[in-house]
């Protein structure tokens, strides 16, 4: 069997910090024992076991955030943690290269300090690699679109091991594969260039009833919501326990100010809605 040599960790189901290290997210893939967790510094790192997997036939799967809720980035093969690459780096004030291990809040919070941010999704711990790569949706998306519309290029490792710079110029059918076809398909991202936006001010929204009457709340909803501008994201949620009555809540933000925002809702419901102003995104 070849040697496996890489800059970060190898663990074995012996290695101390295996139980840690294996685990995704998701609950119902706790239980899966992958033979190898690979924890990459490096692209070499990347090609070492992509190269490894290949000469042993060992199945392989990317990890970043681990939130798959299908359980992909899970196997009992070898899960290849791409957790060790997570720098964020940004060029001319706008296009930011991100490694495919960094998680939401790291991203948004670095592209904040220089008052950017994306279109991504509200879950601080979801990778951003598998969030790209499946789309992306987000409060901004009504403005920005999906965040795989903000992809301006990525770096690849592919299955044979050699490592590809793809955007709309170099391999254009890769890069349209990776934006929106779904993480593991077509190679080991390794990072990630997107184009930034300016990071509004934002009024979160939010809004709670326990004793609505449902049939009117959604009436008036699916009246009001085609037609709301796009600088308001709002969802409706409707929860249902035997014998308890149903609870609504309406959550989002909008880039509009909280007057406006307030007498928009009003369009919507004239019952009493709780909103907080002046966040800045994702609030
Ligand atoms: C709490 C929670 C909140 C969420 N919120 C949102 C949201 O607001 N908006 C939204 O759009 N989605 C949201 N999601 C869904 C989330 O975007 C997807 O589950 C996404 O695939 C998770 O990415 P990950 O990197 O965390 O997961 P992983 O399990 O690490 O990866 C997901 C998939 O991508 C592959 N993959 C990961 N990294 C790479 C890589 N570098 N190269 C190639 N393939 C890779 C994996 O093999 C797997 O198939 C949420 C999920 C959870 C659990």
Known sequence: MPDLAVDGEVFTPSSPGYDAIRRPVNAAFQDVRPALVVRCRSVTDVVATVRYAAATGQRLVPRGGGHCFAGRSST????LDLSGLDGISMADNRISTIGA???????????????????????????IAGLTLGGGIGLLGRVYGLTCDRLAGAQVVLADGSVVDCDHEREPDLFWALRGAGGGQFGVVTSLRFDTV????????????????VDELVAAWQDWAPDAPD?????????????????????????LAEAPARELLRGLTDRPCELRGDLPYPC
């Open 76 to 79: 009992d093969g070898i899960v």
């Open 101 to 127: 291990g960094a998680r939401l809040a790291q991203v948004y919070a670095a592209l904040h300090a220089h008052g950017r941010t994306l279109p991504a999704g509200c879950g601080p711990t979801v990778g």
């Open 198 to 213: 300016p990071e509004p001010v934002t009024t979160r929204i939010e809004a709670r009833w326990s004793d609505v009457a």
């Open 231 to 255: 600088e308001i994201t709002v969802n409706l949620t409707l929860e249902s326990e035997p014998g308890a009555p149903v609870r609504a809540t309406l959550f989002g933000a909008t880039t």
